[in-house]
């Protein structure tokens, strides 16, 4: 009972922390509309300066994994959180384009947090329960929903800059309260020499390759938007900031929540037809939000006829939400995958994973506002994020055929 406790309070302590970092992470996606004004940037500048965070977010997970197979995850998660506390407050004093992207760099740590957080909250469960544990720890990532109620806030308050300064304050009060209800066990602590070099040969294993497309479309695709909602909120409706961002919310806030949901189901049901049938969801809703405003002209008996297509604030968020709730199960059934496959090494396979799926919520954004540039069409961010959902599909249907063919014929020849 003492050890089942002190797991629950591992996890609460572990969630609030990566809520909080999740919610820096994403501080771009709103306080970076009012940069964008001042500074003058186009599309491109601006997915490229919501995305810097996600960069360094992404590329520090694969170290993070193997420091927290190694040293544990408590003082890896809280030596992390301290690290990004003085960066977070600089970004109030910068004036250059170039100072934020740097600064973005630096705040981005906070993102790794994930890596550290799900092998060392896996570790405190059973492995018929740690589908939920990674859930409810992953619903952290609601985060992204909390950063858009207050942070817009804060900026009706006293302007943009007081955000990173109070964000600051929260990342030290959220290290300490972590160390406050964390705990240690030697035993989780996996002696293990692997390199990072070593960790990527585990590329060769055609299931990680897999398991990090979907991730990238999973956890990448939920980033990508919910750095990118409020500005298209914002462009495609001309609804304000503090509108924009509660809109938004609509979908960053049941994809983090909902990933406790996620991981309950992937349980129960098991890893591939839970994804499977979120792949499915996502390929409609993106089908529907992709298509843009569009008038045309029909020539009738009677003359022509003016017709106008389009989504309504109320219609597009609607879609929105349903695929927030996708995502959100999905990136819970994806890390049922990594727990079932690869039990005891799961730190330094989530940290590839993690990373798959962080690169692409790095690249989107800056895509999304290349498309824009290029087309001047809003929905071409659904547009993409159609085709790479197609290729989940695709790849997913091939290759579990082929793994049950293969299952079949070696249960014959027994």
């Known amino acids: 009972m003492e050890r089942e406790g002190k797991a629950y309070s591992v996890l609460g302590g572990s969630t609030l922390a990566f809520t909080i970092c999740f919610t820096i992470w994403m501080m771009f996606g709103v306080i970076g509309i009012p940069i964008k004004n001042t500074l003058h940037l186009n599309e491109t500048e601006f997915g490229l300066l919501t995305a810097m965070p996600v960069l360094t977010g ?15 995850g408590r003082i890896v998660f809280f030596c992390l959180m301290l ?70 806030v804060l900026m009706a308050a006293a302007g943009w800059t007081l955000v990173p300064k109070v964000y600051a304050g929260l990342m030290l009060a959220a290290a300490l309260i972590f160390w406050v209800l964390s705990a240690s066990d030697p035993s989780h602590i996996v002696k293990s020499n692997l390199s990072l070099g070593a960790q990527f040969r585990m590329l060769k294993d055609p299931k990680v390759w897999r398991y990090c497309q979907y991730y990238s479309v999973v956890f990448g695709g939920y980033v990508g938007l919910s750095l990118w909602m409020v500005k298209y909120y914002v462009t495609e409706y001309g609804f304000d900031i503090r509108h924009a961002a509660l809109l938004a919310a609509c979908f960053s806030l049941p994809g983090g929540i909902l990933r406790a949901f996620g991981g309950w189901l992937s349980d129960k ?146």
């Open 58 to 72: 992404s590329l520090i997970r694969v170290p993070l994994g193997i420091w927290t197979d190694r040293y544990g």
């Open 269 to 414: 049901y098991g890893a591939y037809k839970v994804t499977w049938r979120v792949m499915w969801v996502c390929w409609v809703a993106f089908f529907l939000l992709s298509y843009p405003q569009t008038d045309f002209t029909v020539k009738t008996v009677s003359g022509l006829q003016t017709f106008h297509i389009s989504l309504s604030p109320v219609v597009f968020t609607s879609i929105l939400f349903i695929v927030g709730i996708a995502m959100a199960v999905g990136k819970a059934s994806v890390f049922k995958f990594v727990s079932d496959d690869y039990s005891s090494n799961i730190g330094a396979v989530s940290g590839v994973v993690g990373l798959a799926g962080g690169l692409g919520g790095f690249i989107l954004p800056i895509l999304f506002g290349a498309v824009v540039d290029l087309t001047g069409v809003s929905s071409s961010c659904f547009m993409l994020l159609y085709g790479t959902v197609c290729v989940s599909l695709v790849w997913m249907h091939f290759q579990f055929r082929r793994e049950g063919m293969l299952a079949a014929q070696a249960t014959l020849r027994h």
């Open 83 to 152: 690290f990004t506390v003085l960066p977070i407050y600089l970004i109030a004093y910068a004036t250059a384009y170039w100072h934020f992207l740097v600064l973005g760099l630096f705040v981005g740590l906070a993102g790794g947090s994930f890596s550290v957080g799900t092998p060392y909250v896996a570790r405190w469960f059973k492995k018929d329960r740690q589908g939920l544990a990674m859930g409810i720890f992953g619903a952290g990532n609601s985060g992204a929903a909390v950063n858009k109620f207050v942070a817009p």
